[in-house]
């Protein structure tokens, strides 16, 4: 607009204020947006299948990566892409399909507590939207088309905010050498359990245990299994070619 087409139409050379009333197109998509991001998450954990839960809220990142694009912060998009779709909802589907979660309608999925949950998220939305407009009433915040990119991002990250940065990484190791020990456990051994007899002269194993015998069926009354004889001594006197072939372990 030219200096004269503006002092023409508001009295003045400088702009006329912004106002809610007359959105620009970028400020239309973004409410557009928002509404869909709301709506995905409201489905994402009120619905009582678990995998549908996933894909909607795919759809609730995917939908706030659009907003940060449009408010112009390029690297916190590319970040929300990058973790969130592509770390954690994977994450979430393979713990789906490599657990006994159901497919279709889950019984675990009907909680007693929506009705807390609902007030507590109310609650908290208030909170949030009561503080940005305190904070910020109707001014209007311009960014330049620089202001979210990576090169922008990363230079305040490294010069102003290292000493946070860095301390923050410290506590990420820290919370990941934390859960490996936490999941392999100290000198945790498993017993293995023995069953039958040890017979005195069998061979050790490789790992130390002497090998143990199951005690077999006996075989019916006038009969003979194929790997055992019976000797004339024992069937006269009615003893077991075990019993006869060890006394000691009588």
């Known amino acids: 607009m030219s200096a004269a087409t503006l002092l023409a139409a508001t009295g003045s050379l400088e702009p006329a204020a912004r106002s809610f009333l ?6 239309i998509v973004f409410l557009l947006v928002g509404i869909v991001v709301l709506g995905s998450a409201v489905v994402a954990v ?19 990566a659009v907003e940060f694009l449009l408010l112009t912060a390029e690297f916190i998009a590319w970040v929300q892409v990058l973790i969130y779709l592509g770390s954690v909802v994977v994450l979430v589907l393979f713990g789906l399909m490599l ?13 007693k507590n929506r009705w807390v949950a609902l007030v507590v998220a109310l609650a908290t939305a208030g909170t949030l939207v009561t503080l940005v407009v305190d904070a910020f009433r109707t001014s ?6 620089g202001g979210g990119s990576a090169a922008v991002t990363g230079a305040s990250l490294f010069r102003t905010w290292v000493l946070p940065f860095e301390a923050l990484s410290v506590l990420l190791l820290a919370a990941l050498v934390g859960a490996i020990v936490l999941t392999r456990g100290a000198g945790r051994r498993v017993p293995v359990p023995r069953a039958g007899r040890i017979r005195a002269g069998k061979p050790v194993g490789s790992n130390g245990t002497v090998a143990a015998t199951v005690p077999r069926p006996s075989a019916p009354a006038g009969t003979t ?13 009615g003893t077991s070619p075990d019993a006869a072939a060890s006394p000691e372990e009588s």
């Open 99 to 111: 657990t006994k979660a159901p497919i279709g309608r889950s019984p675990d999925a009907d909680s």
């Open 46 to 64: 009120t619905t009582k299948q678990l995998v549908h839960a996933a894909l909607w809220l795919v759809a609730a990142l995917g939908g706030l």
């Open 140 to 145: 209007w915040i311009d960014l330049g088309a």
């Open 225 to 237: 299994s194929p790997d055992s004889t019976t000797s004339p001594d024992a069937a006269a006197s």
């Open 22 to 27: 007359s959105p620009t197109g970028v400020e």
